[in-house]
């Protein structure tokens, strides 16, 4: 049974930072690209950041550019993201998300597992 647990959300203020984390368990963790997605209340699930499966390649959302960095454990079966400068726009529940030999599409389609998410509040 595959599962993905992500752990590290809460409160931070505006300027913070913060450090998800997203345990695989149940799959080949080295062969699936991972990816973070995010949901704000009343608005639509959206990509934020996904890693290739040989960790050689990383995607951004235009609006995490520069900010946030997500990175790769294969031997910890966990991938990261860690978020600096943190707005109250990225308030959210963020969910990792896996691809199996995946190109690192920011379309939820493609992913096959999903976390449960954890929610990230950032206040003003």
Same mark, same amino acid.
């Given at each position: 049974q595959v599962q993905l647990v992500e752990s590290g959300g809460g409160l931070v203020q505006a300027g913070g930072s913060l450090r998800l984390s997203c345990a695989a368990s149940g799959l080949t963790f080295s062969t699936y690209t991972m990816a973070w997605f995010r949901q704000a209340p009343g608005k639509e699930r959206e990509f934020v950041t996904?890693?290739?499966w040989t960790g050689d390649r990383t995607y951004y959302a235009d609006f995490v550019k520069g900010?946030?960095?997500i990175?790769?454990?294969n031997a910890k079966n966990t991938v990261y993201l860690r978020m600096n400068s943190l707005k109250p726009?990225?308030?959210a529940? @963020? @969910?990792c998300a896996a691809?199996?030999?995946g190109h690192g599409s920011s379309e939820d389609y493609y992913y096959e597992y999903w976390g449960q998410g954890t929610q990230v509040t950032v206040s003003s």
């Open positions: 996904a890693i290739r900010r946030f960095t990175s790769r454990d726009e990225d308030t529940v @963020y @969910y691809d199996n030999w």
